[in-house]
């Protein structure tokens, strides 16, 4: 069964940095996608950002520059690098594969932001 773990989050001042992990496990990770999605308190999951199979990211507008998705194959781990912070980034943070998005959703991490 697939199970993806996200780890990493905490609180933060504006303009400081976290990285997440999520660790996965219950199919061939090196073949699949993954993203990162986020959800903050009444307001519906968006995406954040996704990386092929192969490597290649991609950002939502509001993250482009600041973060930076990566995967490492030999750990199945997807990490999200976050840089310069910001309060509207509050929120719970979620991996989940790319193209085919399993619906049972981890726990998530919980990403804070506030000075």
């Known amino acids: 069964q697939v199970q993806l773990v996200e780890s990493g989050g905490g609180l933060v001042q504006p303009g400081g940095s976290l990285r997440l992990s999520c660790a996965a496990s219950?199919?061939?990770?090196?073949?699949?996608?993954m993203s990162w999605y986020r959800q903050a308190p009444g307001k519906e999951r968006e995406l954040v950002a996704t990386?092929?199979?192969?490597?290649?990211?991609n950002y939502a507008d509001s993250v482009k520059g600041r973060f930076t998705i990566s995967r490492d194959n030999a750990k199945n781990t997807v990490y999200l690098q976050m840089n310069s912070l910001k309060p509207e980034d509050t929120a719970v943070y979620y991996c989940?594969?790319?193209?085919?998005?399993?619906?049972?959703w981890g726990q998530g991490t919980q990403v804070t932001v506030s000075s």
């Open positions: 989940n594969l790319r193209v085919v998005v399993i619906k049972v």
């Open positions: 219950g199919f061939i990770f090196s073949t699949y996608g």
């Open positions: 990386i092929s199979n192969a490597g290649s990211p």
